[in-house]
């Protein structure tokens, strides 16, 4: 008796025993996949697929990990047409964190209330990751899902994968502020970081519990860059500003539809400043932006510039900045070139004395406004007009101590002037050497002083002759510039050329006459109840805004056919409109053709 009391108590204790190792390696390993995911996740889901109303159930879920096949999540939720939210607050140490999204078929990911992954479509089973440096602390973790139908999967899970510091300056995210209205005004109701201004939110919310329409959002961060000439790419639905290096380069600060735009500014070598600035109105929400770099420092010429700064356009009076620059390449934006010379209503002039061997050659110069070169003391280029950026070009043959001038005027809005040369030919008179030939397809083939049916023609070509491309053509490519035997150079129809090399691998260049000036006080108003106003002269191009009946705009120009006329809107904005619905104070036909 004595020894079965004995050994029961022992098989008491040593089943203790067992089951407090039992619990204590369950909880361990609990607690290690716990840490690794930061605790359950509240689930909600829903019978629709935009998360509305009540939940059909809610629930804790140990991790993020289904694969439901064409079954559903519970008894309460159907097979198909549903959604899901998960939300978990993680204690995390600070680095770097990679989310990885597997999903059939939409779903999204915010950190913080800021969205890393968007993948808010119907699609097969895929997966799409995502890198976040995360400070340390808590952190707001929501994933939101949904399901169209057939087979239903939805995984998401997230790893340490970079140390306590934040990666290097090229990969810093994004600072960004949003707003509960269109104006950025008042505290921001989120902040956080993404690693990328790359958002199509749809018809839905960038965050949960923030509005989908009506907010605005700011993105502010230092990118590292090399020196050179940068493109910007934006495409907003709807308003856009973006500041590049303290200037402001897009300002479309408008409702609109998706609408892309691009501008390209000379950035020196270091973290740049950005800014970006958007507004949502109704519908649809989107913002992207993108940049590459287009093109290096150019060389710096021979001799240096005496450069000379007024505060008129004119280049009248003393000079408000006298000082020596190695180059003209500037892209001053909606800046200046210093602290004492105004913004707007400036001008400029540049003279130097540069050292060249015998040869032909190019002077180019691109300008918003005007530009005129001298070269030699003889005016090769003559564009002294308002106007976007153009660039325009003239040869000279010289050699030795060569005198060089450049004068240059700013109007309003962006400033930019750049100036270069190089030699087209060791052998004065000849042109050359030539990237590649063209040779005459029709039977007649007229030779132009500029790239335009509205230029003087210079001579003729028969077909089957072969000229020598001088490297140029106009913007869209319908123009290429030849050199003739005798030296001449000109302009021919790209239509009628077959060409060595691809026409668009030419320099786009326009010619040196300033465009046909708009009659003087040319106005139309519109005899039409909302009239579309287009980003080009017919209805392919998008409407953008529309002006309703009375209203009176200013006349611009005319495409070829004189069936769209380009106006100025009261607010400033520019656009085509067809003009069957204008009255107008002179003839359509007589405004200059501003597209052909």
């Known amino acids: 008796m004595y020894s079965w009391q004995t050994f029961r108590r022992y098989r008491f204790a040593l089943l203790a025993l067992l089951l407090s190792l039992f619990v204590f390696v369950t909880l361990s390993s609990s607690s290690l996949n716990l840490s690794a995911q930061g605790g359950a996740w509240a689930g909600q889901y829903w019978n629709n697929r935009n998360l509305s109303g009540t939940p059909a159930l809610t629930r804790q879920d140990a991790s993020i990990n289904f694969d439901w096949g064409n079954g559903s999540p519970a008894a309460e939720i159907f097979p198909d047409n549903f959604s899901a939210q998960w939300t978990q607050t993680a204690n ?67 790893v340490l994968v970079g140390g306590q510091t934040p990666p290097p300056s090229a990969n810093q995210p994004w600072f960004n502020e949003y707003f509960a209205n269109t104006n950025l005004s008042g505290p921001p109701t989120l902040t956080g970081t993404t690693s990328a201004v790359n958002f199509n939110w749809g018809f839905g919310s960038p965050a949960p519990g923030f509005p989908a329409d009506f907010f605005s959002v700011r993105w502010v961060r230092n990118l590292p860059l090399e020196a050179g000439r940068y493109r910007f790419t934006v495409t907003s639905d709807d308003g856009v500003r973006l500041w590049v290096n303290n200037n402001l380069i897009i300002d479309q600060w408008r409702t609109q539809a998706a609408t892309t735009f691009n501008a390209e500014i000379d950035l020196p070598s270091g973290d740049i400043p950005v800014k970006v600035e958007y507004y949502e109105n109704t519908e649809r929400a989107q913002i992207v932006l993108t940049w590459t770099k287009i093109s290096s420092p150019p060389a710096p010429p021979t001799g240096s510039y005496r450069a000379e700064y007024f505060n008129n356009m004119d280049l009248s009076g003393s000079p408000v900045l006298v000082r020596d620059e190695a180059a003209i390449n500037y892209n001053w934006g909606y800046g200046s070139p210093a602290a004492q010379v105004q913004v707007d209503h400036f001008s400029a002039r540049w003279t130097t ?15 918003d406004d005007g530009v005129r070169v001298w070269v030699n003391n003889q005016l090769i280029i003559d564009a002294w007009f308002d106007r976007p950026v153009r660039t325009f070009s003239g040869e000279a043959d010289v050699s030795g101590t060569v005198p060089v001038r450049v004068e240059y005027y700013e109007n309003t809005n962006l400033a930019e002037m750049r100036f270069s040369y190089t030699l087209v030919s060791s052998s004065p008179g000849t042109g050359g050497p030539f990237p590649g030939t063209g040779t005459v397809t029709s039977y007649r083939l007229n030779v132009r002083t500029g790239p335009g049916t509205n230029f003087a023609i210079i001579t003729t070509l028969n077909n089957g002759a072969v000229v020598n491309l001088t490297g140029f053509r106009n913007g869209d490519a319908t123009w290429v510039q030849i050199a003739l035997p005798n030296g001449t150079v000109g302009w021919v129809s790209a239509l009628y050329l077959k060409t060595s090399i691809p026409v668009s691998s030419l320099t786009p260049i326009t010619g040196t006459t300033p465009p046909p000036q708009t009659p003087a006080g040319a106005k139309g108003t519109v005899n039409t109840g909302a009239l579309n106003v287009r980003t080009g002269p017919g209805v392919s191009f998008p ?54």
């Open 92 to 158: 995390l140490p600070a680095g770097t964190y990679r989310f990885t999204a597997t999903t059939d078929d939409g779903m999204r990911v915010w950190v913080d209330n800021v969205m890393i992954i968007d993948a808010w479509f119907d699609s097969q089973s895929h997966t799409i990751t995502a890198d976040v440096f995360l400070g340390a602390g808590n952190h707001t973790i929501v994933v939101q899902y949904y399901e169209a139908g057939g087979v239903a999967v939805a995984k998401m899970n997230y």
């Open 353 to 367: 004395n540069l050292s060249l061997s015998p040869g032909r050659y190019r002077f180019v110069a691109s300008s």
């Open 543 to 596: 409407a953008f805004t529309t002006i309703d009946y009375g209203t009176n705009v200013s006349l611009l120009g005319r495409n070829a056919n004189a069936t769209w006329a380009k106006v100025i809107l009261t607010d400033g904005r520019q656009g085509w409109v067809n003009a069957s619905y204008l009255i107008t104070n002179v003839p359509v036909a007589s405004l200059p053709v501003l597209s052909q």
